[in-house]
T-cell receptor
Framework: NAGVTQTPKFQVLKTGQSMTLQCAQD?????MYWYRQDPGMGLRLIYY???????DKGEVPNGYNVSRLNKREFSLRLESAAPSQTSVYFC?????????????FGSGTRLTVV | GENVEQHPSTLSVQEGDSAVIKCTYS??????FPWYKQELGKRPQLIID?????GEKKDQRIAVTLNKTAKHFSLHITETQPEDSAVYFC??????????????FGKGTKLSVKP
């Protein structure tokens, strides 16, 4: 039982390059989330998927797209990376979005855009 | 939408002392308040949570109190140990309805426990 698995753990991109961050959970959770963490800013929500087949914007969605591939997998895509997207990205999941549950986080992806 | 403010941003205590971190929230409909601990270079992990139908919850050396009237909640750590050193985040959600099911996080408190 791995919980929430994110790949890759580290990535360096050049400005304008694209990439997809992968996230998978094996807890049969319905809801999944992508957050970014920057120094002094806490955790800010990029996109979320309350249930399979739905996705919605969070607080900071500009420059990102997401895909809820199936119940287990939720990917985050940067189409044209910018230095402002240098951050640590965390995927998380919870059993049921509507009940206000605690999240289980992945181990994070440290992304640097040069 | 919900806004969560967390204070202090840094906190330094001597081993064995108590530590208190406070958060305020803006949305009176919020009903779920978790606390996360994040050690350096690691993922945030849930350490304790409280729902709006109770005023206090304890788990060994940690406790959380909630004042719904004043819209604030606090994390209390007693008999602090060096391994308590980490960044602590509070969060709030209403548990449903539009985007309000999402957790909104405070900006974090860096706790340092000096031996």
């Amino acid at each position: 039982n791995a919980g929430v698995t994110q790949t890759p753990k580290f990535q360096v991109l050049k400005t304008g390059q694209s990439m997809t961050l992968q996230c998978a959970q094996d807890m049969n959770h319905n809801s999944m989330y992508w957050y970014r963490q920057d120094p002094g800013m806490g955790l800010r929500l990029i996109y979320y998927s309350a249930s399979e087949g739905t996705t919605d914007k969070g607080e900071v969605p500009n420059g990102y797209n997401v895909s809820r591939l199936n119940k287990r997998e939720f990917s985050l895509r940067l189409e044209s990376a910018a230095p402002s997207q240098t951050s640590v990205y965390f995927c998380a999941s919870s059993e049921l979005w509507s009940s206000g549950d605690g999240y289980t986080f992945g181990s994070g992806t440290r992304l640097t855009v040069v | 939408g919900e806004n969560v403010e967390q204070h202090p941003s840094t906190l330094s205590v001597q081993e064995g002392d108590s530590a208190v971190i406070k958060c305020t929230y803006s949305d009176s409909a919020s009903n779920y308040f978790p606390w996360y601990k994040q050690e350096l270079g690691k993922r945030p992990q849930l350490i304790i949570d409280i729902r709006s139908n109770v005023g206090e919850k304890k788990d060994q050396r940690i406790a959380v109190t909630l004042n719904k009237t004043a819209k604030h909640f606090s994390l209390h750590i007693t008999e602090t140990q060096p391994e308590d050193s980490a960044v602590y985040f509070c969060a709030a959600s209403t548990g449903g309805g539009g985007s309000q099911g999402n957790l909104i996080f405070g900006k974090g408190t860096k706790l340092s426990v000096k031996p």
